[in-house]
């Protein structure tokens, strides 16, 4: 298919984009990798929107320390997250999520960015910044810059705390500290799928926080297990704690029960050091 027609500009500054989108109707369709919002065109899933080309805006790329902080950039590519040598020592699950997003013809266009704003409920990024207890940053022209707790930007199915007239400009992750661990775990049916589930970890070892992806509307923090570690339980009852914390839904991919099950058996592996394959 091909899509309806659609308004296009290409913004030539961030004051520029802000301006856009102030003076939009709230129908504005932000273009930066545009990995997911060209197919979501073609397939017609959305109509007639009014496109935003932000990818000129140079000050929205870059990887860069700040103290206890990582600030990257909202169009900062999936590959280069790969090749960042500030992610792979300060950030290492970014490093390692990476590679698993999709294939690498899209993780050379694909952003971060748009991976977060877009909130895929299956997308690895979403799940590790919430894992990570990182800051969205979002502008408008009206207020200037505004910082929202991941844990309080994923509101559901594709659905955000971001305003119409906001774009999100960078996400601050904080550097990892001496006792943290950082990892992330899929099962796919072939490489390049979207997880059948997933799981981000970080934190302290010995008190991880545990962020699920795949299994819920948005990435889904597995409290309850996550409890159960911190109060120095076993891996075995905090895998059997899932059955409270994720309330995944049937679909083509398989049955709720099934997609409990592949969540208990990540946890364990992720948490014993199992590294053998997860492909299906």
Do not use: W
């Not at 939009?24 to 369709?29: A, H, P, V």
């Not at 690498?104 to 409920?121: C, E, K, L, M, Q």
């Not at 159960?228 to 009852?237: K, M, P, T």
Request: net charge negative; charged share 25%.
């Amino acid at each position: 298919m091909k899509p309806a027609p659609i308004g296009y500009v290409r913004a030539t500054s961030l004051a520029h984009a802000l301006d856009l989108l102030a003076e939009g109707d709230g129908e504005e369709k932000v273009l930066a990798g545009g990995q997911s919002l060209v197919a979501s065109l073609n397939l017609r899933l959305i109509e007639s929107p009014n496109l935003i080309d932000i990818n000129g805006i140079e000050n929205l790329r870059g990887i860069a320390e700040d103290g206890d902080i990582v600030r990257v950039g909202a169009l900062t590519r999936h590959c280069e997250l790969m090749a960042s040598d500030i992610i792979a020592r300060h950030v290492p699950i970014l490093a390692e999520a990476a590679p698993l997003i999709a294939h690498a013809a899209i993780r050379t266009r694909g952003t971060i960015g748009g991976s977060v704003a877009n909130a895929d409920p299956a997308a690895e990024l979403p799940a590790c910044v919430v894992a990570l207890d990182a800051t969205i940053v979002l502008a408008s022209k009206a207020d200037g810059e505004r910082r929202v707790m991941a844990s309080d930007f994923f509101l559901g199915l594709f659905e955000t705390a971001r305003r119409d007239d906001e774009l999100l400009v960078a996400i601050e992750f904080p550097k990892i500290k001496s006792g943290e661990r950082q990892s992330i775990r899929e099962l796919v049916r072939r490489s390049g799928d979207y997880a059948l589930a997933g799981l981000a970890i970080a934190g302290p070892t010995d008190a991880p926080r545990l962020v699920f992806f795949g299994v819920g509307d948005a990435p889904v923090v597995a409290a309850n297990a996550m409890a159960i570690l911190a109060g120095g339980g076993s891996v075995d009852e905090a895998a059997l704690a899932l059955e409270d914390d994720l309330d995944p839904a049937d679909d083509i991919n398989g049955s709720a029960g099934y997609k409990k099950h592949i969540s208990r058996v990540l946890l364990k592996r992720a948490l014993s050091g199992d590294r053998q394959s997860d492909a299906a």
